[in-house]
């Protein structure tokens, strides 16, 4: 491990910034958010910096709604000036000094990619983990240019929780997002209100989290350019600084009371896994989780012992209890998920000397809690919260199709790797076609498969039919955690299987694959493959770690089209970890070819 870097910015000095709120019933339903460059200070240490962001602001105006009463929203670009990243590869992965480019601001000797710079900013909103209509779901090609509009209708008859809207221009999102263009949605119903939760300021905190990096002038000192940096051997990009609601490390005032944090891993690509320290001890008694990305566990779970893993994408709803402390206690926040992250475990108890500059974590810092006098505020936790889902019937998942998808990264010589979802058909035992295949074997089992399709303009190959349960077994074949989302509908985790697999040399063609997969733990594999307490609930991304397959449950019932599913971390995204699907009315389907 190599030594800790001395922060570049001070930390804690920055009060946490809350998003400004949009309130739907304020507006009869009818919002406009225009798509603007802004100007933005990430730390008061910094100049400022050019952003694109909803209505200007990073993160965007956090939206609230009510269950069963529609948005409107009038998404206006009026984006202009040219993109305010400046996106580059580095030469090599370390600097003169060995330390990872990635690591540190500035472009580190790569040249600005021109390509990047000539974005003219054009646009397509998504709603995250939203029940939304095809046409409203911001399907990745349908871009809007700068003065030109989209309105899209939100049913919002779905469950309460935290959703966020952010960017989804196909090949660019991670440009965009990273630009900015991210805001989180909040759906309130009466389950909620029942409990008797914390419900907007100043118990109720939103916490996006993100990194970033930005530019050196030629003094060395940092400018508030943001800066999209790569390398040669990591295809992701891991920036050192972290931001929480826009802000570098920031500090929040708490009093003695019991408050809410609606927390969303907004990163490109970096995972965190959450710890919170009290003079450097692990505080886990006081954390209890309620919801996860669709809402409201069934009970209220402890964080996992390592802390809490949210990879880009993923959701938690926390009750932390500061109602014991006294005032002037503080409390800080540590991240010691190292990247790429792979799922290896890390003690919380070390989480203040977490950094590690050859996993990409320079400053574990992410933000801390200090305790102001006011009135003493001990909320009790609800023991029953969600009682509206439970884990499918036998019968449903014996009648379920289910589908295969194998994660492949195809290494390439000059130019980044591509990651690729491999959509797989069973070959009959009867097929004796010869051709490369993938083999799962299950004891004295074996299912053999066909690559069908592999980039994102290949023909769809899933017509999933509303009403009915499927289930899609997502197989790991890299060394790293991919956090794959589907739209429309949540999902249900069923099972984490570890596999051993090999794949022969030449056995990762553009759309081909050779592999043979074996259930069973593999000799070197060190992870726990278990689900979590906290992943016992209504999902619309899960953690698919190295040598594992997810099972999940899915069912789509109210809209027909054709949606979307992909990894969200936003380079593997972009490149070319993404793949339609087209939900079907039944009566339609002995219609189709
Ligand atoms: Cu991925």
Same mark, same amino acid.
Not at 39 to 53: A, E, I, K, N, Y
Not at 276 to 281: A, F, M, Q, S
Not at 453 to 461: K, P, R
Not at 519 to 530: N, Y
């Given at each position: ?250 500090? &929040?005032?708490?009093? !003695?009371?019991?408050? +809410? =944090? #609606? %927390?969303?891993? *907004?990163?490109? $690509? ?89 996993? &990409?974590?320079?400053? !574990?810092?992410?933000? +801390? =809690? #200090? %305790?102001?006098? *006011?009135?003493? $505020? ?216």
């Amino acid at each position: 491990m190599a030594a800790a870097q001395r922060m570049p910015l001070t930390p804690f000095v920055d009060v946490l910034p809350l998003p400004e709120r949009l309130l739907a019933r304020d507006h009869n339903g009818r919002l406009t958010v225009r798509i603007r460059t802004g100007s933005h200070s990430f730390h008061r240490d910094l100049p400022r910096s050019r952003v694109w962001g909803y209505d200007g602001t990073l993160p965007g105006p956090t939206i609230e709604a009510e269950r069963g009463h529609p948005v409107r929203v009038e998404w206006r670009n009026e984006l202009d000036g040219g993109p305010p990243v400046i996106v580059t590869m580095a030469g090599d992965e370390v600097d003169a000094d060995g330390v990872p480019v990635q690591c540190s601001p500035g472009l580190s000797g790569g040249t600005p990619d021109p390509h990047a710079a000539a974005l003219t900013g054009h646009s397509v909103v998504h709603l995250h983990g939203g029940l939304t209509p095809a046409v409203y779901d911001g399907w990745t090609e349908n871009l809007f240019a700068p003065g030109q509009l989209a309105v899209f209708d939100y049913p919002m008859d779905q469950r309460a929780t935290l959703l966020w809207y952010h960017d989804h221009v196909m090949g660019v999102t991670r440009f965009d997002v990273y630009a900015g263009l991210a805001g989180l949605w909040i759906i309130r119903d009466q389950r909620e209100r029942d409990l008797g939760l914390p419900e907007g300021p100043p118990y109720e905190v939103p916490l996006l989290l993100q990194d970033r990096n930005f530019g050196l002038d030629e003094g060395g000192r940092l400018t508030g350019q943001l800066v999209h940096k790569t390398d040669p051997g990591v295809m992701e990009a891991f920036a050192p600084f972290t931001v929480v609601n826009g802000k570098v490390w920031p500090i &929040l005032d708490v009093q !003695p009371a019991t408050y +809410r =944090f #609606r %927390v969303l891993n *907004g990163s490109n $690509a970096r995972t965190f896994r959450l710890v919170l320290l009290r003079d450097g001890v692990p505080e886990f008694d006081r954390i209890t989780q309620i919801g996860t990305d669709s809402g409201l566990l069934r009970e209220p779970v402890a964080l996992p012992s390592d802390g809490l893993v949210l990879a880009s994408a993923e959701r938690a709803d926390l009750l932390v209890d500061f109602s014991d402390l006294q005032p002037g206690t503080e409390l800080t926040l540590y991240n010691t998920a190292g990247a790429p992250f792979d799922g290896a475990p890390f003690p919380a108890a070390d989480a203040a000397d977490a950094a590690d500059l050859d996993a &990409l974590l320079p400053y !574990p810092q992410v933000m +801390r =809690f #200090r %305790v102001v006098p *006011g009135p003493v $505020a001990h909320r009790p936790v609800p023991r029953e919260l969600a009682t509206d889902f439970a884990l499918p019937k036998p019968e449903e998942l014996d009648a379920a199709p289910r589908r295969a998808i194998a994660l492949v990264e195809r290494e390439f010589e000059d130019v980044p790797n591509m990651l690729t979802m491999r959509e797989l058909a069973v070959v009959d035992d009867e097929d004796e076609t010869t051709g490369p295949l993938i083999t799962l074997t299950d004891g004295d089992h074996t299912t053999r498969y066909r690559a069908v399709a592999a980039h994102f303009e290949d023909t769809a190959t899933f017509f999933p039919m509303l009403g009915q349960y499927e289930i899609w077994q997502l197989i790991n074949l890299t060394d790293d955690t991919h956090p794959i989302h589907i739209h429309l509908d949540p999902f249900q985790v069923l099972a984490r299987r570890p596999i051993g697999w090999e794949i022969p040399d030449d056995g990762i063609g553009d759309l081909d694959l050779s592999a043979r997969i074996t259930l069973g733990r593999d000799p070197d594999d060190e992870l726990d493959h278990v689900i979590d307490a906290n992943e016992r609930g209504l999902k619309d991304t899960v953690r698919v770690n190295p040598h594992e397959i997810v099972e999940i449950a899915v069912r789509f019932h109210a809209y027909s089209g054709r949606y979307m599913y992909h990894c969200h971390i936003l380079e593997h995204e972009d490149r070319d970890m993404m793949r339609p699907f087209v939900t079907m009315p039944p009566e339609l389907m002995p219609f189709m070819a």
